[in-house]
T-cell receptor
Framework: AQKVTQAQTEISVVEKEDVTLDCVYETRDTTYYLFWYKQPPSGELVFLIRRNSFDEQNEISGRYSWNFQKSTSSFNFTITASQVVDSAVYFCALSESVGAGGTSYGKLTFGQGTILTVHP | DTAVSQTPKYLVTQMGNDKSIKCEQNLGHDTMYWYKQDSKKFLKIMFSYNNKELIINETVPNRFSPKSPDKAHLNLHINSLELGDSAVYFC????????????FGPGTRLTVT
């Protein structure tokens, strides 16, 4: 069974600090997809990124960057120069590309989430 | 226009009651999901429908019954509510059934007293 572990339950930083959120996953599939979602205090879940298992290139989007390392089964998320608006719960998730019977159903397995608090 | 909407946003009810949560998406997506987020923020999938057909049915008590009248709507009916059903329920949709980004609704906070 697949599993996602976000070992950091809570992180607290001061504005402008860089912060990295760790995500480690387990799966027996060779093809899979990884996601990050943000849940701000307002409660909705916001999609941030999707990455397939064949693409190990790091990705940068503004102050956000993602480091995917298959060798260590990790998909870490870094926020550079953090801001108060980055305060949220961040979830890493895993989706197998092929389910039972060879069909993909998009079943997401979420990690426990990391609560990030950015202080002014 | 809200892409994925849920009603109601808050639901407070007593044990033993039956209640429904409605979800609608205007994204033209084929696939919809129900997730439960518990008090520790843990998110777990409950059901998924693709074009009105049930494709994911996790280990959920049969007091929970999803219904999809069309591919834009996925409702969740809960019978004989229990204290442990208190949680935030999220509806989501994706373009098709597969490992694609899912767009979530604002959530429905259910409190059972």
């Amino acid at each position: 069974a697949q599993k996602v572990t976000q070992a950091q339950t809570e992180i607290s930083v001061v504005e402008k600090e860089d912060v990295t959120l760790d995500c480690v996953y387990e799966t027996r599939d060779t093809t899979y997809y990884l996601f990050w979602y943000k849940q701000p205090p307002s409660g909705e879940l916001v999609f941030l990124i999707r990455r397939n298992s064949f693409d190990e290139q790091n990705e940068i989007s503004g102050r956000y960057s993602w480091n995917f390392q298959k060798s260590t089964s990790s998909f870490n998320f870094t926020i550079t120069a953090s801001q108060v608006v980055d305060s949220a719960v961040y979830f890493c998730a895993l989706s197998e590309s092929v389910g039972a019977g060879g069909t993909s159903y998009g079943k997401l397995t979420f990690g426990q989430g990391t609560i990030l608090t950015v202080h002014p | 226009d809200t892409a994925v909407s849920q009603t109601p946003k808050y639901l407070v009810t007593q044990m033993g009651n039956d209640k429904s949560i409605k979800c609608e998406q205007n994204l033209g997506h084929d696939t919809m999901y129900w997730y439960k987020q518990d008090s520790k923020k843990f998110l777990k999938i409950m059901f998924s429908y693709n074009n009105k057909e049930l494709i994911i049915n996790e280990t959920v008590p049969n007091r929970f019954s999803p219904k999809s009248p069309d591919k834009a709507h996925l409702n969740l009916h809960i019978n004989s509510l229990e204290l442990g059903d208190s949680a935030v329920y999220f509806c989501a949709s994706s373009p098709v059934a597969g490992p694609y980004e899912q767009y979530f609704g604002p959530g429905t906070r259910l409190t059972v007293t």
